[in-house]
């Protein structure tokens, strides 16, 4: 399969609707994002450099394989990916591994344009199997977990995270925070809770428009201390 990789950008939208349809197939309602938000990613990424957002599609003979979202959130040297979504209709070893590691390098490379001589760590978010009813989604919710193990990534047990509502009038919602040592260096929790707090202001804050209370809020349900947050 040769795949061609392609960013949807403020001037290069022609995959937009497409994927978006792969998107809404993949995620029920209350755990979606409005397609406004990637809209917002695109426009705040045009103006706040160092830190960037990317858009990654996957294409073969124009029908869209795969998609994949990330920040790189410049101030702790960190990439975060917000969604990663493989086409159910192509049957292609590998096609989620590719995607993934394609977005990583895109992420790698705004590193290193931020100046550093590589990116340090890559975080995710998942859900809990508290989350799933269904056999079939308890089933599914593994296998996410072990694709995300499987590309070395390992799951912050240390922190109780959640993500802020995405939604208005809604609670924090309880997930499991992912992370991707990029070097051999290991992560301090100081680092990490750092590293939550620049994910909560420039994805949550500052593209997603949530109210600083909320998110304060959600900090401190997680044990991370106000002292230091600039938002």
Same mark, same amino acid.
């Given at each position: ?72 959130? /410049? ?119 750092? /590293? ?36």
């Amino acid at each position: 399969m040769a795949i061609e990789w392609i960013e949807i950008t403020k001037n290069s939208t022609k995959y937009f609707d497409e994927v978006m349809k792969l998107y809404e197939q993949s995620f029920p309602l209350e755990v979606r994002e409005s397609q406004d938000i990637f809209h917002r990613s695109i426009r705040y990424s045009e103006s706040s450099f160092p830190n960037t957002f990317r858009f990654l599609v996957g294409i073969e003979d124009e029908k869209v394989l795969s998609f994949a979202t990330g920040h790189f959130l /410049a101030s702790v040297n960190a990439g975060f990916v917000v969604y990663i979504v493989t086409n159910p209709s192509i049957r292609s070893s590998g096609l989620g591994s590719k995607t993934l590691h394609k977005l990583e390098e895109l992420l790698n490379a705004d590193a290193i344009n931020a100046g550093y001589e590589n990116i340090d760590k890559i975080l995710l978010e998942t859900e809990i199997k508290e989350m799933v009813h269904t056999e079939k989604e308890k089933e599914e919710c593994g296998k996410r977990e072990k694709f995300f193990k499987r590309n070395g990534y390992f799951h912050l047990s240390s922190i109780d995270y959640r993500q802020p509502p995405l939604h208005k009038e809604e609670q924090s919602v309880p997930l499991k925070l992912f992370v991707k040592k990029c070097n051999a260096e290991d992560i301090s929790y100081d680092r990490l809770q750092q /590293a939550i707090v620049a994910l909560y202001q420039e994805k949550y804050f500052h593209v997603n428009g949530i109210k600083r209370m909320v998110l304060h809020n959600c900090l401190r349900e997680m044990g991370i201390e106000e002292r230091g947050i600039t938002f």
